[in-house]
């Protein structure tokens, strides 16, 4: 059986926090973390109702030697984005060749499409989907063709 998504391509686990600066500077003095500049903004996505309009930031740990890298992610109330109990982990991020056909295959595995947003293109450029089980993991997959600008604003 080949698996849906690979090892290799897991990039990050996201964490969605109730408090995006306290989160930051806690992982920087107990972990060593440290961060790129803050990235995102006002972002359109489709919902199961509807289509919505987000305010998404986010900043990702730089690191030239540790993956995945960690993603803090600002609470968006009232949506998907709000922080988990329990561990904090929020998501695991994956790139994806075809997040389209990926997406298709984790639904035909119990997962449940939250939220998409297409790219320029029209295609499927990310999606978060979650596990309908009690146990499993909230998945972003992510466009392989947003590695280099996701990896050049990492550098800053």
Same mark, same amino acid.
């Given at each position: 059986? +080949?698996?849906?998504?690979?090892? #290799?391509?897991?990039?990050?686990?996201?964490?969605?926090?109730? *408090?995006?600066?306290?989160?930051? *500077?806690? $992982?920087?003095? $107990?972990?060593? @973390?440290?961060?790129?500049?803050?990235?995102?903004?006002?972002? #359109?996505?489709? $919902?199961?109702?509807?289509?919505? =309009?987000?305010?998404?930031?986010?900043?990702?740990?730089?690191?030239?030697?540790?993956?995945?890298?960690?993603?803090?992610?600002?609470?968006?109330?009232? &949506? $998907?984005?709000?922080?988990?109990?329990?561990?904090?982990?929020?998501?695991?991020?994956?790139?994806?060749?075809?997040?389209?056909? *990926?997406?298709? #295959?984790?639904?035909? +595995?119990?997962?449940? &499409?939250?939220?998409? !947003?297409?790219?320029?293109?029209?295609?499927?450029?990310? =999606? @978060?989907?979650?596990?309908? #089980?009690?146990?499993?993991? !909230?998945?972003?997959?992510?466009?392989?063709?947003?590695?280099?600008?996701?990896?050049?604003?990492?550098? !800053?």
């Amino acid at each position: 059986m +080949h698996p849906t998504l690979r090892p #290799e391509d897991q990039f990050h686990v996201g964490i969605v926090a109730e *408090d995006f600066h306290a989160t930051k *500077d806690q $992982l920087s003095q $107990l972990f060593g @973390f440290e961060w790129g500049e803050e990235m995102g903004g006002p972002t #359109e996505v489709s $919902l199961p109702d509807g289509e919505a =309009a987000i305010d998404f930031r986010c900043a990702y740990s730089r690191s030239k030697s540790t993956a995945p890298l960690l993603e803090i992610v600002r609470r968006v109330p009232g &949506t $998907l984005w709000e922080p988990t109990p329990g561990s904090g982990i929020h998501h695991f991020g994956y790139w994806s060749d075809d997040v389209a056909s *990926d997406t298709a #295959e984790l639904e035909r +595995h119990g997962y449940v &499409t939250e939220a998409t !947003r297409k790219g320029p293109d029209g295609a499927l450029f990310f =999606a @978060f989907l979650r596990s309908a #089980e009690q146990t499993g993991f !909230r998945i972003e997959l992510v466009s392989r063709a947003a590695k280099p600008a996701l990896e050049q604003a990492w550098s !800053r």
